[in-house]
């Protein structure tokens, strides 16, 4: 099934992202998490790599592996980081020769080290010209691209985060995954400016319960994600790890609840290589 297809004719499907390990005993136990979270029906799931591609080869043997464990479509991430024009379309090759199903296309962050991202020579500048790459050349492909409820941490505002949105939508993106967010207002908010913007493609939440507080706000303070001070207060008040584990899988059990009130297209969960928070978040919603 193609990715947009996957979003107008199912009823708010699931996926599930990945990333590769770095040892044996962490690919093993990945594939373990896999075939558990096979009991929740997911859609289809994503593998991202290092940065700046260091991990792509391992990237395509998780894929290929994960698709033989769950007979489902699968999802490579690729950025422009480091890469000419022929690294990419070499690294497509690849992915389509061991049947990836769809490509999340994204320019990436700059390499660590670096303030700002700079183009490789013969390169790609924008996550727009690596869309335009893949639906020119690639077009078995479906592309999912990147949203940001809270606008995207080097974009000077909101209007000119929408505007870049907007050209890899325009570019032949099927399908937006949004970066998490811990207060649904914000992705609402969103949403309407995209609608508002012209924009027609499935939106899709990115949801990561936040099970460890200290592993959450280091990710949060990554990815410029606000955490609401009434989660953040239940947070420091609780007792062990294990109390911090329930608080944050309500919290986003509650999130996903409302957001499919609300008429979601689908949720994405970033489950990072477990299975744990997913299964008790999922059992109740």
Do not use: W
Request: charged share 20%.
């Amino acid at each position: 099934m193609s990715l947009a297809s996957l979003y107008n004719e199912s009823d708010c499907p699931i996926s599930f992202e990945l990333f590769p390990p770095k040892t044996e005993a962490g690919l093993e136990s990945l594939y373990e998490n896999v075939r558990k979270l096979m009991q929740f029906s997911p859609a289809f799931f994503t593998c991202t790599y290092g940065a700046g591609g260091s991990t792509q080869g391992t990237t395509l043997e998780v894929l290929k592996q994960v698709k033989e464990i769950s007979k489902l479509p699968v999802a490579s991430h690729l950025t422009c980081v480091n890469a000419t024009v022929e690294d990419l379309e070499n690294y497509l090759d690849q992915a389509s020769q061991q049947s990836v199903d769809y490509i999340v296309a994204l320019r990436g962050d700059p390499p660590k080290g670096s303030e700002q991202f700079e183009a490789t020579e013969g390169g790609l500048r924008y996550a727009n010209e690596l869309v335009e790459l893949i639906r020119s050349k690639y077009s078995h492909l479906g592309i999912a691209v990147a949203g940001y409820p809270e606008v995207h941490q080097e974009a000077p505002n909101a209007e000119v985060d929408l505007e870049n949105l907007k050209r890899k939508v325009d570019a032949g993106a099927d399908v937006i995954i949004t970066q998490l967010f811990y207060d649904n207002d914000d992705f609402y908010g969103f949403r309407d400016r995209c609608v508002s913007a012209g924009i027609e493609i499935p939106i899709v939440p990115g949801i990561l319960p936040v099970t460890n507080f200290k592993q959450a706000m280091r990710i949060a303070q990554m990815c410029k994600a606000r955490i609401p001070q009434s989660l953040e207060s239940q947070m420091n008040r609780a007792g062990d790890e294990a109390e911090q584990f329930n608080i944050g899988v309500e919290h986003a059990r509650q999130q996903i609840a409302d957001l499919i009130r609300q008429g979601v297209s689908g949720i994405h969960y970033y489950v990072l290589n477990k299975s744990d928070a997913a299964a008790e978040l999922l059992a109740g919603v």
